[in-house]
Antibody, heavy 120, light 110 residues
Framework: EVQLLEAGGGLVQPGGSLRLSCAAS????????MSWVRQAPGKGLDWVST????????YYAESVKGRFTISRDNSRNTLFLQMNSLRAEDTAVYYC?????????????WGQGTTVTVSS | QAGLTQPPSVSKGLRQTATLTCTGN????????AAWLQQHQGRPPKLLSY???NRPSGISERFSASRSGNTASLTITGLQPEDEADYYC???????????FGGGTKLTVL
């Protein structure tokens, strides 16, 4: 069974930084693109970023471009999201999810999410 | 990024049929169809279908999807109380090189 477990969320002041991680198990990790999707309180799903299986291609939502960096360590089956210059509007539950195929289909496995709160 | 368009809410009676819609454009839904996700309150989303009408293993046949042009649809037959949830459509946008989501439809089973 494929499992994803996020960690690293917490309370951070505006302008601060946070690094999220997502540990994957039950799959050949480097075979799959991975994504981060967030959900603000009471709001819908909001795509943040996607990275290819090799890590060589990355994609970002305009709202986070230049502030967030997605990366992965295939030797440790772990996905990361480095978040800098955080704003109040970045407050959300952040989910990592497995892409079925990069640029196609859907996100077929989701973690439980980790909560990021940006507030002074 | 421009998202996909879904009606905010749909209400149907027990054992009835609900059809949810999702409208995009030729770069996303119209290009390779949509995926549908179900999310219960406080839970992560769950994939129901992808590329129009392919269901992951374990998903009930009561859920079926289709596409006509730039609009995707999810039909849920024989509505049950546990079907009450938020439903999201999603697609990869080839023009934006980005994944786009719909705003979600809250399905109420009366």
């Amino acid at each position: 069974e494929v499992q994803l477990l996020e960690a690293g969320g917490g309370l951070v002041q505006p302008g601060g930084s946070l690094r999220l991680s997502c540990a994957a198990s039950g799959l050949i990790f480097h075979n799959y693109a991975m994504s981060w999707v967030r959900q603000a309180p009471g709001k819908g799903l909001d795509w943040v970023s996607t990275i290819s299986g090799s890590g060589g291609s990355t994609y970002y939502a305009e709202s986070v471009k230049g502030r967030f960096t997605i990366s992965r360590d295939n030797s440790r089956n772990t996905l990361f999201l480095q978040m800098n210059s955080l704003r109040a509007e970045d407050t959300a539950v952040y989910y990592c999810a497995k892409d079925q195929v990069l640029g196609h289909y859907g996100l077929d496995v989701w973690g439980q999410g980790t909560t990021v709160t940006v507030s002074s | 990024q421009a998202g996909l368009t879904q009606p905010p809410s749909v209400s149907k009676g027990l054992r009835q049929t609900a059809t949810l819609t999702c409208t995009g454009n030729s770069n996303n839904v119209g290009y390779q169809g949509a995926a549908w996700l179900q999310q219960h309150q406080g839970r992560p989303p769950k994939l129901l279908s992808y590329r129009n009408n392919n269901r992951p293993s374990g998903i009930s046949e009561r859920f079926s999807a289709s596409r006509s042009g730039n609009t995707a649809s999810l039909t849920i037959t024989g509505l049950q109380p546990e079907d009450e949830a938020d439903y999201y459509c999603s697609a990869w946008d080839n023009s934006l090189s980005a994944r786009v989501f719909g705003g979600g439809t809250k399905l109420t089973v009366l």
